[in-house]
């Protein structure tokens, strides 16, 4: 059974920082691309960040290009986001996604998802 | 990039309806569209990918159609656990956009 579970959000002012995480475990890690994927409080869905399965190649939504970093440690199955400059519309619960086939970048979509993990940015 | 557009926002129905949702891409995104269903507090579920493959364990009463342009959710028979929000994906190429999200009442 695959399972996905995030952790590293809480409260942050506006200009700092945090890190996620994703711990994921059910499957080959290393196959799949993952992503994070966000929601604002009452709003819709928002892609967000993805990662190649080897790790190679990363992309982002425009919205957070040059403030968000995504990586992976296959030897802890583990997904990250570093969130840096975070902004009040960064608040939202991320969620990260697997890529439901082995495929190219972008070429997939999600079939199984974490809980979330909420960030609030606020001063 | 290419956007996502749905309609309608919402919509409200009777149990044993059938309910069609669409969703319209701004450019054509062949048969890489997929669609989640959201309730209240939960993660978003694949309901059907491909445009018209359904997902494992997913009932039949769901259904995918369309494609390059225009895609149609429909519920066969609307019942009371499908009450919540329904958004279509695109993932021919990054961005994976979704649609901004239609919500079902019954």
């Known amino acids: 059974e695959v399972q996905l579970l995030e952790s590293g959000g809480g409260l942050e002012q506006p200009g700092g920082s945090l890190r996620l995480s994703c711990a994921a475990s059910g499957f080959t890690f290393s196959s799949y691309g993952m992503s994070w994927v966000r929601q604002a409080p009452g709003k819709g869905l928002e892609w967000v960040s993805g990662?190649?399965?080897?790790?190679?190649?990363?992309y982002y939504a425009d919205s957070v290009k040059g403030r968000f970093t995504v990586s992976r440690d296959s030897s802890k199955n583990t997904l990250y986001l570093q969130m840096n400059s975070l902004r009040a519309e960064d608040s939202a619960v991320y969620y990260c996604?697997?890529?439901?086939?082995?495929?190219?970048?972008?070429?997939?979509?999600?079939?199984?998802w974490g809980q979330g993990t909420l960030v609030t940015v606020s001063s | 990039d290419i956007q996502m557009t749905q309609s309608p926002s919402s919509l409200s129905a009777s149990v044993g309806d059938r309910v069609t949702i669409t969703c319209r891409a701004s450019?054509?995104?062949?048969?890489?569209l997929a669609w989640y269903q959201q309730k209240p507090g939960k993660a978003p579920k694949l309901l059907i990918y491909?445009?018209?493959t359904l997902q494992s364990g997913v009932p039949s009463r769901f259904s995918g159609s369309g494609s390059g342009t225009d895609f149609t959710l429909t519920i066969s028979s609307l019942q009371p656990e499908d009450v919540a929000t329904y958004y279509c994906q695109k993932y021919n190429s990054a961005p994976q956009t979704f649609g901004q999200g239609t919500k079902v009442e019954v």
């Open positions: 450019q054509g995104v062949g048969n890489y």
């Open positions: 491909a445009a018209s």
């Open positions: 990662i190649s399965g080897s790790g190679s190649s990363t």
């Open positions: 996604a697997k890529a439901s086939r082995i495929a190219p970048a972008g070429k997939y979509c999600f079939d199984d």
